[in-house]
């Protein structure tokens, strides 16, 4: 049970496209938010351009109260919260940790050992030390995914040295 005054991190499901709406709505209430997002090089026919597009489209994160939280879904982009057994649902901290250190890094990574799909894997070393993964197949071979897992979302990174990562026993 949380008490009104503790901070927790909640997910947030918005209007379509209004991701980044959401994130200068929320900041104008001085409410802590995180929008992981990732830049790409988008190829039109007379150009190319860099475009900044929502990691998990659709949701934004926000750390705040109960009562900021719901603040925060007054704003007009916000549909609603992200709940879990018909009550709001909290992210636990280390989640939220592990996803934003995989949205600072911009490496791509390979799996080349014997690990089969399926397996839970430690990530040892390297940006995604301590995190947790499950190795799926890719059309490159094999790569580990990390999940959060409130919002039935997977996304893929490429580990391309074996040796960091650490078979974790069911």
């Keep these: 049970m949380t008490t009104n005054n503790e901070k927790?991190?909640?997910?947030?499901?918005?209007k379509p496209r209004h991701e980044f709406k959401a994130?200068?709505?929320?900041?104008?209430?001085?409410?802590?938010?995180?929008?992981?997002?990732?830049?790409?090089?988008?190829?039109?026919s007379d150009r190319k351009r860099k475009v900044k597009s929502p990691l998990l489209t659709g949701y934004i994160f926000i750390y705040g109260t109960e009562k900021e939280r719901l603040i925060a879904l007054e704003?007009?982009?916000?549909?609603?919260?992200?709940?879990?057994?018909g009550k709001p649902a909290i992210i636990?901290?280390?989640?939220?940790?592990?996803?934003?250190?995989?949205?600072?890094?911009?490496?791509?990574?390979?799996?080349?050992n014997g690990i089969v799909r399926g397996t839970k894997v430690l990530i040892k070393q390297g940006p995604f030390q301590g995190v947790t993964a499950v190795v799926?197949?890719?059309?490159?071979?094999?790569?580990?995914?990390?999940?959060?897992?409130?919002?039935?979302?997977?996304i893929i990174t490429h580990i391309s040295d074996p040796d960091i990562v650490q078979i974790l026993k069911p």
């Design 23 to 44: 994130e200068m709505q929320i900041a104008s209430l001085d409410i802590q938010q995180y929008l992981p997002y990732i830049t790409e090089v988008r190829q039109w």
């Design 75 to 85: 704003t007009p982009s916000v549909v609603r919260c992200v709940c879990e057994r």
């Design 136 to 154: 799926v197949e890719d059309s490159d071979g094999k790569s580990l995914a990390v999940s959060v897992d409130l919002l039935n979302r997977s």
């Design 92 to 112: 636990p901290e280390h989640q939220m940790h592990n996803l934003m250190s995989f949205v600072r890094e911009e490496h791509s990574y390979s799996v080349y």
């Design 8 to 14: 927790n991190w909640f997910a947030l499901y918005v």
